[in-house]
């Protein structure tokens, strides 16, 4: 009998909370890739890491460990600051690392790029 209560207390809890939509990300925000083209260190204890997607396009950003090195592939969220058609006033809203470029090398599908540069150091050729 307890067993029964308990799931149908759960059950109408279950049916209770309103079944709401994902959320819808702002048109102002969106996905990006880019290399990891500079970390320096802050006199502040931070490190502001420079990232340079494909288009020539450099960000920087400031980071609490600098753990990044040059080559790191970071998916990047950004946000594009109210104006997007302008593209240099974007800025990096959250930034994620997705692995260096050198453990890509290794993989089948890169193996059709035949070079890729990280600002003017050549990663892959």
């Known amino acids: 009998m307890k067993g029964k209560i ?11 909370i309103p079944l709401t939509a994902e959320p819808q990300i702002p048109a102002e925000i969106y ?3 880019g290399l990891v083209t ?3 260190e802050t006199s502040w204890s931070a490190y502001i890491v420079t990232v340079s997607d494909f288009e020539g396009f450099s960000y920087a950003y400031y980071a609490e460990d600098g753990d990044l090195e040059i080559g790191d592939g970071m998916a990047l969220l950004m946000y594009d600051n109210g104006s997007p ?10 930034a994620r690392y ?5 453990y890509w090398n290794d ?6 790029v035949s070079e ?3 600002g003017e150091e050549e990663l892959i050729s």
């Not at 058609?85 to 809203?93: E, F, G, M, Q």
Request: aromatic fraction near 12%.
């Open 6 to 16: 308990v799931t149908g207390f759960i059950l109408a809890i279950s049916l209770a």
């Open 98 to 102: 997705v692995g260096h470029i050198d």
């Open 85 to 94: 058609d302008y593209i240099l006033d974007d800025v990096i809203a959250e």
């Open 116 to 118: 890729i540069y990280c």
């Open 107 to 112: 993989m089948a599908y890169t193996n059709a």
């Open 38 to 40: 500079d970390v320096s």
């Open 31 to 33: 996905p990006s890739f």
